[in-house]
């Protein structure tokens, strides 16, 4: 089992930035993928980024030049780096992890963006 923390998510006008982290505990050897997702209220729940252990990232191409995802190995932990937020950015944001086999989802933390 993986157990993972988010946090960073909060209110913040169109332009903004914010940054949110996603910390993993528990059995995180073998964990070759880390992704942020986003559901926004009557739509379903979608890629914003992931990253592989390698290193290789995909992003959605609404957040294309706008977010960056990144990691620190020594921190188990995982980031998006959000600039030039947009009001249709305003979504829960879901850090995920996927083990072969399995794939662990966060609790989720609220992004919202005012226009």
């Known amino acids: 089992q993986v157990q993972l923390v988010e946090s960073g998510g909060g209110l913040v006008q169109a332009g903004g930035s914010l940054r949110l982290s996603c910390v993993a505990s528990?059995?995180?050897?073998?964990?070759?993928?880390w992704g942020w997702y986003r559901q926004a209220p009557g739509k379903q729940r979608e890629l914003v980024a992931d990253i592989t252990t390698y290193g290789a990232t995909k992003y959605a191409d609404s957040v294309k030049g706008r977010f960056t995802i990144s990691r620190d190995n020594a921190k188990n932990a995982v980031y998006l780096q959000m600039n030039s937020l947009k009001p249709e950015d305003t979504a829960v944001y879901y850090c995920?992890?996927?083990?072969?086999?399995?794939?662990?989802w966060g609790q989720g933390t609220q992004v919202t963006v005012s226009s």
């Open positions: 995920a992890v996927t083990q072969i086999g399995a794939r662990y």
């Open positions: 528990g059995s995180i050897f073998s964990i070759n993928n």
